[in-house]
Nanobody, 123 residues
Framework: QVQLVESGGGLVQAGGSLRLSCAAS????????MGWFRQAPGKEREFVAA???????DYADSVKGRFTTSRDNAKNRVYLQMNSLKPEDTAVYYC?????????????????WGQGTQVTVSS
């Protein structure tokens, strides 16, 4: 069982930056791929980024070059650094965990989810 808690969301102006953090419980954090997803009002949840246990990463085209995900296995934490934020990045952001050696993009692959943190980017 893995419990996830996101933090770091907030209100920022376009062009600004935020750093999201996701704290995970459990002693086998190293064995999990960690994903970031977001959901805007009236839209489906979409893939943002993922990082595997080895540190390999994957990003949605819409955030590539602006967002960076990283993990600290010693602290059981994963991060999402978001730079050059745009109003269209406004959404609730979720972290998720999947016990796999791959880095899935599909939300259906992930077994555990956090409660989400709101990110609002003003124009």
């Amino acid at each position: 069982q893995v419990q996830l808690v996101e933090s770091g969301g907030g209100l920022v102006q376009a062009g600004g930056s935020l750093r999201l953090s996701c704290a995970a419980s459990g002693r086998t954090f190293n064995n999990y791929a960690m994903g970031w997803f977001r959901q805007a009002p009236g839209k489906e949840r979409e893939f943002v980024a993922a990082i595997g246990w080895s540190g390999i990463t994957d990003y949605a085209d819409s955030v590539k070059g602006r967002f960076t995900t990283s993990r600290d296995n010693a602290k059981n934490r994963v991060y999402l650094q978001m730079n050059s934020l745009k109003p269209e990045d406004t959404a609730v952001y979720y972290c998720a965990a999947d016990r796999t050696y791959t880095i899935p993009r599909s939300a259906r692959e992930y077994d555990y989810w956090g409660q989400g943190t709101q990110v609002t980017v003003s124009s």
